[in-house]
């Protein structure tokens, strides 16, 4: 089988700007070609478009807009992990012999018709994400005696982090305090505990062994690959302060890798709201059941970058499709040593944790240089 | 690398019926696990949906909706040919070693938004596939000093051919007459010249070499895979009398499989309009230039349903992320010799040719016993 690793990404600011579903998807895929000059169109064997948008086709009109004629070209949708999983089905292709460079362009608008799961009526009236990020707040904090302020401790962290993000969507820090006043909108979820639907664009070309080693003086590969989907109905999760797919994929991409939780230097998790990150850190194994807001807590008082650096989803902003991508570009970063005030020191394996509506079903990667 | 071979599949009858798109692609799937009890849904993998329904995370619902929680799930699109790039997709899951057994369903509703392709403004305010159709016709008839009546037989073989097929949306035949009478939709297109959208459902089951052996008495090989994106843009095609992207898709196929047209023994090519068949079969090998209408006559007049033996996509209808499911069975059941009616006789090789949007891009899979 082929070893896949990732020689190039670009990636642009994300905001709430009203721009075209194309021209996002476009933006990133520029910036990629633009700081990797060393990439040739014509050498390009796949095209993937990882987006909730209801617009068809993309993968083709990208390319034409790209200048690329593939072999393949399709768009991958699943919900807020499209992104993982087209780095997966691009790893596939490689690994599998028939490609050697595929390009990803994650891309969605601020108005995504990804936010609501219309289908999961096990949600009853209450399908917005808010309201089953309510219930795990809820369960968690009951199960663990979790109080809000330990929760809050994430958005603060995230946000620290963010304006250390050129193309977050935020650049402002908050206090504990902030968080509890932010304006409450569920009896457990305040405004700042949840990340927000953005318009955003994240573009990675992945190769082959051989093209890697060509084209990328920083080689950073895909180790490890786990994913999970326990089902697409909310209530049929066996527990509500837990993430199953999250850890059967978690151990999946490990045991993959050859790796334990401890050797993970840095980690991006979906943080879609505040209790998510803590939950996915003990389903990870990073902590304990129960201990995640310590280990939060710890990192920030200790302004320690390992979790989030980016900011997460709550300080980057949640462009479903890009979402993915994003982390996965941030992961590679730290690799490689160019992430700026956000660089972790001396990583050497990385971990990507994105997942879809409630933690339904999730991927988990494992990067190492 | 995994050899991939098809273990089994379920199909219903193509319609108009006005069912959830949930519904839809659940019906062939019940199918399938019905006719194939050997088939343990424990023991898949991966799940992928094909279409261009606008609904999300159709895959994580129709898993939960079978009993299946794969490790894989999403959404392929890429218009009419989304059900062949999934297969290919699946053979790459299957073939890297991340999946032994991967369920496809490929599901429309007669209302799918994949038809009006919004983004291509070189159609002008001609956005409907029944123009770019148009043009073709008009441009090949031209070239090639072809009739109205020599494309009419492709649609009066076709419908014969859907006749003995129990899951066509057609069950009459026509008379080349009948064909030129039907309502005129453009100068250069009659009604029986077109495919119909329609509602329908196909789903397939891909495995490993030794899941094949194990689960199917008759295996059947995914021997050539070729691909091509030219464009997403009607008017960046190179001809309007040739298919440049099935061109390529068919040598890369034939190369992959070490076959020559020679030896494909039966075909199904994308037949949207009546002109598509004979442009495919030139474009694929099967015919010289301007040839493919003589070939159609002669198939029809001999009786022989080499090409198209379902009664392709004019015959059997056109539930876009189902096509390509639905052509890669009609070859399997020829080659298990299990295609009633339609049976060609001792099939070894066989083809598949799916392509979207004014055959910008194709897709062609060579299979063989």
């Known amino acids: 089988m082929n070893k896949v690793g990732i020689i190039g990404y670009g990636i642009t600011p994300f905001s709430k700007d009203d721009q075209k579903i194309e021209t996002v998807m476009l933006n990133s895929t520029k910036e990629l070609f633009k700081t990797n000059p060393q990439i040739d169109r014509k050498d390009i064997d796949a095209v993937l478009v990882s987006t909730n948008n209801n617009s068809k086709y993309l993968s083709p009109v990208l390319s034409e807009m790209a200048g690329i004629q593939p072999n393949i070209s399709h768009t991958i949708e699943s919900l807020c992990n499209s992104g993982t999983n087209s780095i997966v089905s691009a790893y596939s292709y490689i690994a599998s012999g028939l490609a050697d460079i595929v390009l990803i362009s994650g891309a969605e608008r601020y108005d995504s018709p990804g936010q609501i799961l219309e289908w999961d009526n096990s949600r009853g009236e209450y ?138 230097d840095v980690a991006e998790v979906h943080d879609a709201f505040s209790v998510c990150e803590p939950m996915a850190l003990e389903s990870l194994g990073f902590a304990m059941d129960g201990k995640g807001t310590n280990m939060v807590k710890e990192l920030h008082e200790t302004n320690n970058f390992k979790i989030n650096p980016r900011g997460g989803l709550i300080g980057s902003g949640h462009p479903l499709g890009a979402t993915g991508i994003a982390q996965t570009i941030e992961i590679t970063q730290q690799l490689q040593t160019k992430a700026g005030n956000r660089q972790i020191e001396n990583p050497q394996v990385g971990l990507i944790h994105n997942m879809s509506a409630a933690a339904t079903s999730s991927t988990v990667l494992v990067l190492e240089k």
Chains 1, 2 share one sequence.
């Not at 009951?142 to 809050?152: G, N, T």
């Not at 902030?178 to 909108?185: A, D, F, Q, T």
């Not at 305040?190 to 664009?201: E, H, I, N, Y």
């Open 127 to 264: 399908k917005h994400p808010i309201f089953w990020a309510s219930i795990f707040a809820k369960s968690y904090k009951r199960e663990y005696s979790i109080s809000d302020e330990e929760l809050a401790v994430v958005s603060v962290k995230n946000h620290k982090h963010a304006k250390e993000n050129p193309n977050a969507m935020s650049n402002k820090t908050y206090s504990i305090e902030e968080v509890l006043n932010s304006k409450k909108l569920t009896d457990d979820l305040k405004l700042l505990d949840c990340s927000r639907p953005c318009t955003g664009s994240a573009s990675i070309i992945l190769g082959s062994e051989d093209k890697v080693k060509q084209l990328s003086e920083n080689p950073v590969w895909i180790a490890g690959i786990g994913q999970k989907t326990i089902s697409a109905g909310f209530t049929k999760n066996i527990s509500f302060s837990s993430m199953e797919s999250t850890k059967l994929a978690g151990q999946s991409a490990l045991k993959m890798a050859d790796k334990k939780i401890e050797n993970i």
